[in-house]
T-cell receptor, first 114, second 111 residues
Framework: DAGVIQSPRHEVTEMGQEVTLRCKPI?????LFWYRQTMMRGLELLIY????????DSGMPEDRFSAKMPNASFSTLKIQPSEPRDSAVYFC????????????FGDGTRLSIL | GQQVMQIPQYQHVQEGEDFTTYCNSS?????IQWYKQRPGGHPVFLIQ???SGEVKKQKRLTFQFGEAKKNSSLHITATQTTDVGTYFC???????????WGAGTKLIIKP
């Protein structure tokens, strides 16, 4: 079975550019989570969805960040405009239910903003 | 707000020594999950604890959930090089639908 699929695996872009990260959750999972990981701040939960509806976006750092889940098989995390401090590994995870099921993580997108 | 404190941040051990990481929540948790992240990898689910006082074992790993459902621990007996990585706890608040992660404990095997 396919796991959580994230694209791209690596992204290098200049500051000020728009960045779009993509995630395909495991089929049948109805909850999706976006995380950011850096050496300085560790693993941060940014936002999560249940049945395509955002439940908690309190971890989104600022208005430059936005996330959507237009359908059950696709989600995007967008940064516009990007800044060097946004450089991090961004993980997407999905689970069968919101709160009492394991989260399955994708391999992550390594983002570098120059 | 709700917090989960995880200690220690790092633990250096000789291969064969034991390792323990602790998580303490400011509020009651409905459940707690443990994940392992190898260097360069992504977090991988290890186990979930739900019941007060629950203890679960996976080979050399022992997981506990406190009686008050506010703390948890992971103990590894006789560490091996394959145990290297960062161990995270993550708990769901009992009174709200909020997921809180610990900061992780990095297990380092001394050469």
């Amino acid at each position: 079975d396919a796991g959580v699929i994230q694209s791209p695996r690596h992204e290098v872009t200049e500051m000020g550019q728009e960045v779009t990260l993509r995630c395909k959750p495991i089929s049948g999972h109805n909850s999706l989570f976006w995380y950011r990981q850096t050496m300085m701040r560790g693993l941060e939960l940014l936002i999560y969805f249940n049945n395509n509806v955002p439940i908690d976006d309190s971890g989104m750092p600022e208005d430059r960040f936005s996330a959507k889940m237009p359908n059950a098989s696709f989600s995007t995390l967008k940064i516009q405009p990007s800044e060097p401090r946004d450089s991090a590994v961004y993980f997407c995870a999905s689970s069968f239910q919101l709160s009492n099921q394991p989260q399955h993580f994708g391999d992550g997108t390594r983002l570098s903003i120059l | 707000g709700q917090q989960v404190m995880q200690i220690p941040q790092y633990q250096h051990v000789q291969e064969g020594e034991d390792f323990t990481t602790y998580c303490n929540s400011s509020t009651t948790l409905s459940n707690i999950q443990w994940y392992k992240q190898r260097p360069g990898g992504h977090p991988v689910f290890l186990i979930q604890l739900v019941k007060s006082g629950e203890v679960k074992k996976q080979k050399r790993l022992t997981f506990q959930f406190g009686e008050a459902k506010k703390n948890s621990s992971l103990h590894i007996t006789a560490t091996q090089t394959t145990d290297v990585g960062t161990y995270f706890c993550a708990g769901w608040g009992d009174s709200n639908y909020q997921l809180i992660w610990g900061a992780g404990t990095k297990l380092i095997i001394k050469p």
